[in-house]
C-alpha cells in the first residue's frame, strides 16, 4: 500500500490513545500497564510542536479493511532529556493498529521520520524498546539503527523484569 502521514489533530487524540491502549495487554510495547485516558494524553499531545517535534498520523485508505479505524499509526517524535544541548536528539515512538500491523506502516512511518529528522533540527534518533520486543527491534536494526545501550531489568511487568534496549542513529 501507499501510506501518507499528516500533522496530527486534536480530533485524532482519541484514537492515538485507542491505538497505545490496544499494545497495554501485551506487555512488549510500552510500561503503562493499565490504560491511559484521552485527558491524560492532552499534555503530551500539546508538547508536540509541527517545527521541532511533530506527531504524524497516518490516515487509513478509504479501501482499507479497518471498520471505524480512522488512522492506523502514529509516529511521535519527542525531547530526549529535555535540556537544551540535547535538542538535536529525538526519541522517536512508532504504534501500529492492531489491523495494521505488519503491513509496512512501520516501515513507512521510519523512512519519513529519518527522511524528516533534519528538518526538524535533528541529527540523531533514539528509540527506547523492551529487549522482548523482536518487532521492534527488528525494524530499527533494519534501518541501521544500533544499540547504544542496554539497562538489564529495569521495568518490572506482571513479576517479570524486561531490559530496556536504547537504539541510536545519527541521521545528519
Not at 54 to 64: E, F, H, R
Not at 162 to 167: E, P, S, T
Request: glycine share 8%.
Amino acid at each position: 500500500m501507499d501510506y501518507q502521514h499528516r500533522l496530527a489533530r486534536q480530533s485524532d487524540l482519541a484514537a492515538i490513545v485507542a491505538i497505545y491502549n490496544s499494545t497495554i495487554a501485551s506487555r512488549d510495547v510500552t510500561a503503562d500497564t493499565e490504560p491511559v485516558s484521552v485527558e491524560s494524553r492532552q499534555a503530551w499531545f500539546d508538547a508536540h510542536n509541527p517545527t521541532t517535534r511533530p506527531l504524524w498520523v497516518v490516515d487509513a485508505p478509504q479501501d482499507a479493511i479497518t471498520g471505524s479505524t480512522p488512522i492506523l499509526g502514529w509516529l511521535s517524535y519527542s525531547d530526549f532529556y529535555g535540556r537544551p544541548a540535547y535538542a538535536g536528539t529525538a526519541e522517536i515512538s512508532i504504534y501500529i493498529h492492531e489491523v495494521a500491523r505488519g503491513k509496512g506502516v512501520g516501515r513507512y512511518l521510519m523512512q519519513q521520520a529519518i527522511a524528516y529528522a533534519p528538518n526538524v533540527g535533528v541529527h540523531t534518533l533514539l528509540g527506547f524498546i523492551f529487549g522482548h520486543n523482536a518487532p521492534s527491534l527488528q525494524l530499527f536494526n533494519t534501518f541501521g539503527f544500533e544499540q547504544w545501550a542496554k539497562m538489564p531489568g529495569v521495568a518490572t511487568l506482571d513479576g517479570i523484569e524486561r531490559d530496556l534496549i536504547i537504539l541510536g542513529k545519527r541521521v545528519a
